[in-house]
DNA sequence: AAAAAAG
């Protein structure tokens, strides 16, 4: 029988701790907290199965913060290790030790990619009370000899069976591999595939298994709807700006969710052009662009975040009214952690998915896998008019403005416009879209054309720039004045490196 | 078929 307990003083907590939790406004802890924290406390290793949302990171961040009270870090030696499938959610941890290690004086590092190797470094040197990583930049860091791993007294792998799905489960085991065997282990997973049991028999120790409810999967807080449309992309984008117009004030914030990173980024710069507060996340914008748009969006200077799967699980992001998936997701579970980031912490949510008729087969594996049908908005998809399946329509907004293939997009680092610099009527959004430049990152010739254009782009003024733009708007959008801006062979070109059809 | 993560 379990004894129930109702405040944290009772789970064996520092007094440092205590009280950096109750400033943080906490004084019941979740079920995962009160089942875990004692063991973590008496050097246990432990299997949390437990989705987001359950108060999970706290239950292995405040015990840690106790442990680490006693002894400290030694150069290029952390003493704790904790790993992250996406860069997001390594940043959250970071941010959950700051706040309930405030009366603390803990150096912390979070080794994530797309951003600087020297201040990473820097901190290792210091001596590292907490390592955050996502596992591919704790590898580098280790290969170049920043780091050594002897010395960690507590590893924690969260979001195990995500870990899996993106293929990291052969850096998991290298990067265990290299811990010290009397390490204390704390492994956390939503589900347990055999992949990821066999992983826990491997690294931990007789743990104590813990087992959390689900959050009702999609549970009766949310309200969900199909919503018919025709299965050209610009019907999708006109059918989900009705819907975001028909719930008008009752929508204080939403994710719209894509399929693919491109779609994120017509979708974005669409909403954009239609004058709504919208910004983007997915996960090949440079990641200053990624840490603004989502803290903007936590913050509510950011009504609409049109968003990848990466903002589809672990982001803690309260109190989001609403959710779209402008696609049906392929892989059924999606559905779930997409609609799962409304309708939390007892409040209502709504949930719309917009349906072609190709997604009816995705929609079946949806309805099979939460065991219900879903209902319809506004009538099934044999109610569609054949207008919703024409060609677009002529409104005479700018909405039909023709663009051609932008090669750039697909191949460089995007920065969309932060709201602040939302555009002015005259200006299109996709020129301030491009207007905040990314680091080159191909090799070679093109990629020194690109990064000097770049540079140049961003140390020019402001109104150099819209002047630019409008003129670039017509014929020669693309790469109209590169040829002037050739790095390295000073006024030579190579023939074969010059671009067929300039001069 | 796609996203994420090391470039």
């Not at 807080?221 to 004030?249: F, N």
Request: aromatic share 6%; charged share 30%.
């Amino acid at each position: 029988m379990t004894q129930q307990v109702t405040t944290f003083e009772e789970l064996g907590l520092s007094p440092k701790v205590l009280s950096a939790v109750k400033d943080a406004g906490y004084t019941t802890p979740t079920p995962i907290q009160a089942g875990a924290i004692p063991h973590v406390l008496a050097g246990k290793d432990v299997l949390g199965i437990a989705q987001t949302g359950t108060g999970k990171t706290a239950s292995f961040v405040l015990p840690m913060l106790v442990r680490l009270e006693r002894g400290r870090a030694r150069a290029r030696m952390p003493r704790t290790l904790i790993l992250e499938p996406t860069r997001e959610l390594a940043a959250q941890v970071e941010e959950n030790f700051t706040r309930y290690g405030k009366n603390h004086r803990l150096n912390i590092a979070l080794l994530i990619g797309g951003v600087s190797f020297e201040d990473q470094e820097r901190k290792l040197e210091r001596g590292a009370d907490v390592l955050i990583a996502t596992p591919g930049r704790l590898i580098d860091h280790f290969e170049r000899g920043k780091l050594l791993l002897t010395g960690v007294e507590i590893l924690v792998i969260d979001e195990a069976d995500r870990m899996l799905d993106m293929g990291f489960i052969p850096d998991i085991e290298r990067i265990c591999k290299l811990l010290p065997f009397t390490r204390q282990t704390l492994f956390f997973s939503a589900t347990m595939p055999p992949e990821i049991t066999k992983l826990t028999e491997q690294f931990l120790q007789a743990p104590v298994r813990i087992e959390v409810a689900k959050p009702a999967t999609t549970n009766e807080s949310i309200t969900q709807k199909l919503v018919k449309s025709g299965s050209k992309p610009w019907a999708k984008r006109a059918r989900l700006r009705e819907l975001i117009r028909a719930e008008g004030d009752e929508l204080k914030n939403a994710i719209i969710f894509c399929n693919r990173k491109t779609d994120v980024s017509t979708l974005f710069r669409s909403l954009v052009r239609h004058e709504f507060d919208a910004g983007a996340l997915h996960g090949d914008m440079d990641q200053r662009s990624r840490t603004t748009m989502l803290e903007n969006f936590r913050k509510g200077k950011l009504r609409l975040l049109v968003a990848s799967d990466v903002a589809a699980r672990g982001l803690d992001i309260p109190d989001v009214s609403h959710v779209f998936n402008f696609d049906v997701p392929v892989h059924s579970e999606d559905y779930v952690h997409r609609i799962g980031r409304t309708g939390r912490g007892g409040r209502t949510g709504k949930a719309f998915t917009i349906v072609t008729k190709p997604d009816m087969k995705y929609v079946q594996a949806i309805e099979k896998l939460i065991g219900q049908q879903l209902e319809w908005y506004d009538g099934d998809l044999s109610t569609l008019t054949p207008e919703d399946e024409a060609e677009e329509k002529q409104t005479g907004k700018s909405g039909s403005r023709r663009r051609g293939k932008d090669s750039r997009q697909s191949r460089q680092k995007e920065s969309p416009s932060r709201p602040a610099e939302k555009p002015a009527t005259d200006k299109p959004a996709e020129e301030s879209a491009a207007a905040e430049p990314a680091p080159a990152r191909q090799e070679g010739q093109k990629a020194r054309q690109q990064k000097a254009k770049a540079s140049h782009e961003a140390s020019a003024p402001a109104k150099d720039r819209q002047h630019r733009s409008a003129q670039d708007h017509g014929h020669s959008r693309h790469r109209g004045h590169e040829e002037k801006v050739v790095v390295g062979f000073g006024d030579f070109i190579p023939d074969f490196m010059k671009i067929p059809g300039k001069v």
